[in-house]
């Protein structure tokens, strides 16, 4: 019995960038051109959603502040 308990079903683009202010938004398609894509958005209990973004190659990736900018170092893995 696997202990996974997340669902291997992703949200449609569209509906994970409802979740974004109009910053991260503006950023995101400054990122795609590049290859850049939205992943996944994470959503702690009583915190903003935390929007992640991988590179084309899907070796790095980084979360969307607030603020639009892009940080590298977020502080946290991704199995």
């Not at 959503?43 to 590179?55: A, E, G, H, L, M």
Request: glycine share 6%.
């Amino acid at each position: 019995m696997s202990l996974e308990r997340r669902l291997d079903m992703p949200r449609p683009l569209r509906a994970m960038e409802r979740d974004l202010n109009e910053d991260q938004i503006m950023s995101l398609r400054g990122l795609e051109r590049y290859g850049w894509e939205l992943k996944f958005v994470r959503r702690p209990p009583f915190k903003t959603p935390i929007p992640v973004v991988f590179d084309s190659a899907r070796k790095k990736f980084a979360v969307l502040k607030p603020d639009g900018s892009l940080d590298e170092n977020p502080g946290f893995d991704i199995r």
